[in-house]
């Protein structure tokens, strides 16, 4: 009996016991649920500033200035120095402008991404554009830029001119060319269907180019290389010597420039004229070019033999022949006929 009645007193302890505990464990789940959710939106929050700082990494990177650089360079090669680079970007209408260095660099820095358009410009020379798309934080660097020498056009507007009016609007604007600035370049034309030249028209060209400073210039030059080489020894050395010489160098420049340029063409109705051609391969323009010696249009505006030319050019190398041999003794000359054995 009194080992049933300590394991009923035992139950009923145990029992007792549950029945405190109970209480004591419903009141503690309500504070570990709580905690878990705090732990839980903790760790959301975190997640998020996360994710925002990672977009907000990858915005910037997209938006990353960048850099555009280049040469420009002429129709040689050669850098030029001075020439203005003006940048527009895309939905941006005020445009930022550098001048290139000695070297012919420009640079700009600090570029936002994206589509990009260069004008660069420089006196005395035609204009280029040059388009391009900046990639975030990309250095971009240009393809050699060149600039080039403009092609001059002269427009001559007709208003019910004749044929010799109009060659007169022609041949004064003809009589403004000139190579680099000083070169004359009377002689061609720039314009396929020219008006036909008169006998005056042809003349006055000849007289124009035979009396212009550079032509009496250039026959001084070409008249010292003659008495430095002793060519046409008789005409001797010194003041006379060479006077002789500029005389002989320009009665040919003149004789071939008003017969080649004037007399023939006037006689055969032919155009002393080159006709400039703008199109075209390389190499046929430089045939073309050189069969311009013979071959011409004539006053009916057709292709012909440049006999005026050819006859030009014959009757100019002969002149300073003819003007030496007036320089000898009769003496040599008669050695000459007679013999070189016979003393005169």
Same mark, same amino acid.
């Given at each position: 009996?009194?080992?049933?009645? %300590?394991?009923?007193?035992?139950?009923? !302890?145990?029992?007792?016991?549950?029945?405190?505990?109970?209480?004591?464990?419903?009141?503690?789940?309500? %504070?570990?649920?709580?905690?878990?959710?705090?732990?839980?939106?903790?760790?959301?929050?975190?997640?998020?500033? !996360?994710?925002? %700082?990672?977009? !907000?990494?990858?915005?910037?990177?997209?938006?990353?200035?960048?850099?555009?650089?280049?040469?420009?360079?002429?129709?040689?090669?050669?850098?030029?120095?001075?020439?203005?680079?003006?940048?527009?970007?895309?939905?941006?209408?005020?445009?930022?402008?550098?001048?290139?260095?000695?070297?012919?660099?420009?640079?700009?820095?600090?570029?936002?991404?994206?589509?990009?358009?260069?004008?660069?410009?420089?006196?005395?020379?035609?204009?280029?554009?040059?388009?391009?798309?900046?990639?975030?934080?990309?250095?971009?660097?240009?393809?050699?830029?060149?600039?080039?020498?403009? /092609?001059?056009?002269?427009?001559?507007?007709? %208003?019910?001119?004749?044929?010799?009016?109009?060659?007169?609007?022609?041949?004064?604007?003809?009589?403004?060319? &000139?190579?680099?600035?000083?070169?004359?370049?009377?002689?061609?034309?720039?314009?396929?269907?020219?008006?036909?030249?008169?006998?005056?028209?042809?003349?006055?060209?000849?007289?124009?180019?035979?009396?212009?400073?550079?032509?009496?210039?250039?026959?001084?030059?070409?008249?010292?290389?003659?008495?430095?080489?002793?060519?046409?020894?008789?005409? !001797?050395?010194?003041?006379?010597?060479?006077?002789?010489?500029?005389?002989?160098?320009?009665?040919?420049?003149?004789?071939? /420039?008003?017969?080649?340029?004037?007399?023939?063409?006037?006689?055969?109705?032919?155009?002393?004229?080159?006709?400039?051609?703008?199109?075209?391969?390389?190499?046929?323009?430089?045939?073309?070019?050189?069969?311009?010696?013979?071959?011409?249009?004539?006053?009916?505006?057709?292709?012909?033999?440049?006999?005026?030319?050819?006859?030009?050019?014959?009757?100019?190398?002969?002149?300073?022949?003819?003007?030496?041999? &007036?320089?000898?003794?009769?003496?040599?000359?008669?050695?000459?006929?007679?013999?070189?054995?016979?003393?005169?």
């Amino acid at each position: 009996m009194s080992v049933g009645s %300590a394991n009923k007193s035992l139950i009923l !302890g145990l029992g007792k016991l549950v029945w405190l505990s109970l209480p004591v464990l419903l009141c503690s789940f309500p %504070a570990w649920s709580q905690q878990s959710m705090d732990q839980t939106a903790k760790s959301a929050r975190v997640d998020s500033q !996360g994710t925002q %700082a990672s977009a !907000g990494e990858l915005q910037n990177a997209e938006h990353q200035a960048g850099s555009i650089s280049g040469k420009v360079v002429d129709q040689s090669g050669v850098s030029i120095s001075g020439a203005v680079v003006k940048l527009t970007l895309e939905g941006q209408s005020p445009g930022l402008e550098v001048t290139t260095d000695e070297d012919g660099r420009f640079a700009f820095s600090n570029v936002a991404p994206g589509p990009f358009h260069l004008t660069i410009s420089s006196p005395d020379l035609a204009s280029q554009d040059f388009s391009g798309s900046l990639q975030s934080g990309d250095a971009y660097v240009t393809p050699l830029i060149m600039l080039a020498i403009p /092609t001059q056009v002269t427009e001559v507007h007709v %208003a019910g001119f004749t044929q010799e009016e109009l060659a007169d609007v022609q041949i004064e604007e003809q009589e403004k060319q &000139r190579v680099f600035g000083v070169i004359p370049n009377f002689y061609v034309s720039y314009e396929p269907n020219a008006a036909p030249l008169t006998a005056k028209h042809k003349f006055g060209l000849a007289w124009k180019s035979a009396s212009d400073p550079i032509t009496l210039v250039g026959v001084g030059f070409l008249a010292g290389i003659d008495q430095a080489g002793d060519r046409w020894s008789a005409y !001797g050395q010194g003041a006379q010597g060479y006077a002789k010489r500029y005389g002989a160098t320009y009665a040919n420049v003149f004789a071939a /420039t008003f017969i080649g340029g004037a007399v023939m063409p006037s006689v055969l109705k032919q155009d002393p004229r080159y006709f400039y051609k703008g199109s075209g391969s390389k190499r046929s323009r430089i045939l073309y070019a050189a069969a311009s010696s013979v071959r011409c249009k004539g006053d009916n505006g057709q292709w012909q033999p440049n006999y005026s030319n050819i006859i030009g050019s014959f009757a100019g190398a002969g002149l300073p022949s003819t003007l030496h041999s &007036r320089e000898r003794s009769p003496r040599i000359r008669l050695r000459g006929l007679v013999g070189a054995n016979q003393t005169w």
